[in-house]
Nanobody, 114 residues
Framework: QVQLVESGGGSVQAGGSLRLSCAASGSIFTFNTMAWYRQAPGTQRELVAAMNSGGSTNYADSVKGRFTISRDNAKNTVYLQMNNLKPEDTAVYYC????????WGQGTQVTVSS
């Protein structure tokens, strides 16, 4: 059984920063991809950033230069450092672990006010 527990969401003013964390537990394969997705009301869930166990990363164009994904493989934990936040970053952020199939966290709300 795989479980993902997210933390670090909250409310911040535009230009501020937040750091999200997601810890995975259970039967975790060595080779996997951990990612952050987000979903704003009335929109589809979209990929924000992903990082595989080898260190390769992928970012949505809208967050490049502002967000940084990192991970601690020993702790099976992925982080998302979000800087220079904008109101359009407001969404529920979901952690995803992919290894043969995808697993999702419960989501954490990020609200950015102008």
């Amino acid at each position: 059984q795989v479980q993902l527990v997210e933390s670090g969401g909250g409310s911040v003013q535009a230009g501020g920063s937040l750091r999200l964390s997601c810890a995975a537990s259970g039967s975790i394969f060595t080779f996997n991809t951990m990612a952050w997705y987000r979903q704003a009301p009335g929109t589809q869930r979209e990929l924000v950033a992903a990082m595989n166990s080898g260190g390769s990363t992928n970012y949505a164009d809208s967050v490049k230069g502002r967000f940084t994904i990192s991970r601690d493989n020993a702790k099976n934990t992925v982080y998302l450092q979000m800087n220079n936040l904008k109101p359009e970053d407001t969404a529920v952020y979901y952690c995803n672990l992919f290894m043969r199939r995808g697993y999702w966290g419960q989501g954490t709300q990020v609200t950015v006010s102008s």
